[in-house]
Structures are given as C-alpha cells and as structure tokens.
C-alpha cells in the first residue's frame, strides 16, 4: 500500500521517514518528492508497505503527530491522475500559428501581404 506523508521538513531524508514507519512493519520504499532547482524537498513523499494491515494502522498512529517540529499529514496515497498535454509540446495549440498571420499563406505565411520580406525604414539618428 502506498502511503502519503506530507508537511515534511525540508531537511528529512529518507531514512528518517523509513525509520519512522519501520516501527509498525516492514517498509519496502520511500520516496521523497524532491524541488529540482532547491536540492530540498517539496513538503512531502511517499511510503511504500507490503502489508494493507500494517499500512492502516501506521496511518492511523503517524498522521497528526510531531516529527521535526512538523505535525505530519498521512493518508492512502490516490492514484496518479492522467494530465491532459494540450498546449505543450504535440497538443493542439490555440492562437495565431507560427507561420505569420491568421491563416497560412504560402510556404512561409504571408507572401501575398504587402510588405512582406522588405526591411523597415531606416531610424533617425539620435540626437
């Protein structure tokens, strides 16, 4: 069963939260969730315990208590829910197209435009 543990400190590490749950039963992952551009963690992680059972009642005695100066919040973790890609890479994008205009004209967009492809007008000089 997996479990959620959030409102961690940003100093724990993962020894620290296995050696928590060690004590209701065996522990086979931890996972902390880590901000990639801090080195620390985001607040929260992940306990993974073979036994439903033991699971449960870790749950019941961890979540509320002081850990750190922290009071944990534990749960049964929910299942990933899909992310929808729209407007990233490979997603319908909404707005003007990369081509120039509205619609795509031509090759590169905007051929028959006037103007198109001449520089702009010189700039006056400073003075």
């Known amino acids: 069963m997996d ?26 992952d931890v996972r902390l969730v880590m901000d990639k551009f801090k080195g620390k963690t985001k607040g929260y992680g992940f306990v993974e315990m073979p036994s439903q059972e033991e699971a449960q009642k870790a749950i019941e005695e961890v979540n509320g208590t ?14 990933k829910k899909p992310r929808s890609h729209k407007g990233r890479a490979g997603g319908k994008k909404r707005g003007r197209s990369k081509q120039g205009g509205i619609k795509r004209r031509g090759v590169y967009g905007g051929e028959d435009r006037p103007g198109f492809g001449t520089s702009p007008p010189p700039r006056r000089p400073r003075r």
């Open 66 to 79: 002081d850990f750190k100066e922290r009071e944990l919040s534990v749960s049964e973790a929910k299942p």
């Open 3 to 28: 479990i959620y543990v959030g409102n961690l400190p940003s100093d724990v590490v993962a020894n620290d939260l296995r050696a928590l749950f060690e004590k209701f039963g065996q522990v086979t």
